[in-house]
């Protein structure tokens, strides 16, 4: 054991994390952004949190709209992952070629090939340095048998 930058660590430790999709409303339309930092808070009432930089998009939509469906990625879904994580919502509609259904909760869409979707309503959030932590409660899930994306299968 040796004392290591926490970049280092960090790097070395996050396999094998999921790779989640928080798909958000905003003036009108909706966009998708890739995320790592999500968790399971509460089982009940069951509640996610997602960590939002605050710089993005989809930051301000979350605010103003609060609401977001988080979308656990199946393996099939790796393309989707890498646009969404790599282009801005104000550039392109990052739904143009994913197929998706209008879900229950405010019609955010429902990612028809992952293996979860969770639609949740923002009961709070966080200032967490340069991210804003948004705690969700769950309104409605959805699930199919896939294999989960995780970051080991992105590097493949």
Aim: charged fraction near 25%.
């Amino acid at each position: 054991m040796k004392r290591i930058d926490i970049m280092e660590v960090i790097k070395a430790t996050k396999h094998p994390a999921k790779i989640a999709i928080a798909v958000v409303k905003c003036d009108g339309k909706f966009n998708l952004i890739t995320i790592e930092w999500f968790m399971r808070t509460s089982q009940k009432s069951p509640m996610f949190a997602i960590s939002i930089g605050k710089t993005r998009f989809s930051h301000k939509c979350l605010q103003k709209y609060r609401f977001f469906n988080l979308v656990i990625l199946s393996q099939k879904m790796k393309n989707v992952a890498v646009l969404c994580g790599t282009k801005s919502g104000n550039e392109i509609d990052k739904l143009e070629n994913v197929n998706w259904f209008a879900g229950k909760l405010a019609k955010l869409p429902i990612l028809k090939d992952a293996v979860a979707n969770f639609e949740c309503k923002i009961v709070s959030q966080i200032k967490s340095g340069d991210h804003t932590i948004f705690v969700g409660e769950v309104k409605h899930s959805w699930l199919q048998n896939e294999k989960i994306l995780t970051y080991l299968e992105m590097e493949k």
